[in-house]
């Protein structure tokens, strides 16, 4: 009992006169056994670890390349062009956007108005930030519809939208308007450079709106609504059908399939059987 309390004392006493962080008690009942003892440094708080990062991203930016440290708000046209260079030598793609982003607000001067557009619909798409890139494009082909880069940017307006598409028995809004803007390549003789791979686009696309038409027609079908579900096979032959020959087949398929269930048959085990079908080549 008397050993314990003497090591507490000497404890207490260590630490009152501010003895570092390492440091050993002896006990003196056995000169031997020694015991080491570790006290942990205090943590530093939130705050101010913020303040060392703010402090070491301060002294960063005053030593990379010249760097204006403003943000970008503080910034004017001048100090965010020379920013913007830094980094894109870098490739700094997020904050290059978002110099592009400000420059685009201020520069009043057409032609590098248009060619900022460009890059910085380029920069989206390069990131996968495809609603934005395809909006950019647009309007750029909009804007600029006989500039040089107007076919480079419509086709890049197509690709960027085609890859927001959905599945087909979901929101059709995207492939709606791939088709319209493939529309307008594809009507435009000059444009070859990107055509094939439109072409392709615009097939794909049609083929879809196919398929979710079809979804739409099984969806009434199988449900017993056979006049809505005529209605869908002939909007089918009358509109999708003059551009896609090679659905003729089906859409016969789904007749067939209407007329069997007026004769009688269950719908349900109709459309059942016709899915258990191979398909045709």
Do not use: W
């Not at 398929?253 to 191979?278: F, I, W």
């Amino acid at each position: 009992m008397q050993n314990k309390l003497l090591l507490l004392g000497m404890f207490t006493s260590l630490i009152a006169n501010g003895v570092g962080n390492n440091f050993k008690l002896v006990d003196k009942s056995n000169q031997t056994n020694q015991v080491n003892i570790k006290i942990k440094p205090i943590k530093k708080s939130r705050k101010q670890k913020r303040k060392e990062r703010q402090r070491k991203k301060q002294f960063t930016n005053q030593h990379s390349d010249g760097l204006i440290v403003k943000s970008i708000r503080e910034q004017d046209v001048h100090e965010l062009k020379h920013n913007l260079e830094i980094y894109l030598k870098y490739q700094n793609e997020e904050l290059s956007i978002k110099y592009l982003e400000a420059l685009i607000a201020l520069i009043t001067d057409f032609v590098e108005m248009r060619d900022l557009r460009l890059q910085l619909a380029d920069l989206y798409f390069k990131n996968e930030r495809y609603d934005k890139a395809g909006s950019v494009y647009t309007e750029y082909y909009e804007a600029y519809p006989g500039y040089m880069s107007a076919e480079y940017a419509l086709s890049q307006a197509i690709i960027s939208k085609y890859k927001q598409t959905r599945a087909c028995d979901q929101d059709t809004a995207v492939t709606l308007e791939v088709i319209e803007l493939s529309k307008q390549y594809l009507q435009n003789k000059a444009y070859l450079k990107y055509r094939k791979q439109i072409q392709d686009l615009f097939q794909a696309c049609n083929s879809q709106m196919f398929e979710s038409e079809v979804q739409v027609f099984e969806h009434y079908f199988k449900h017993g609504y056979l006049k809505a579900a005529q209605r869908r096979v002939d909007y089918m032959r009358e509109k999708m059908l003059p551009k896609q020959p090679d659905i003729k087949s089906r859409i016969d398929d789904l007749q067939e399939l209407v007329n069997q269930s007026l004769a009688g048959k269950n719908p349900l085990k109709l459309l059942k059987a016709y899915h258990r079908l191979p398909a045709k080549q």
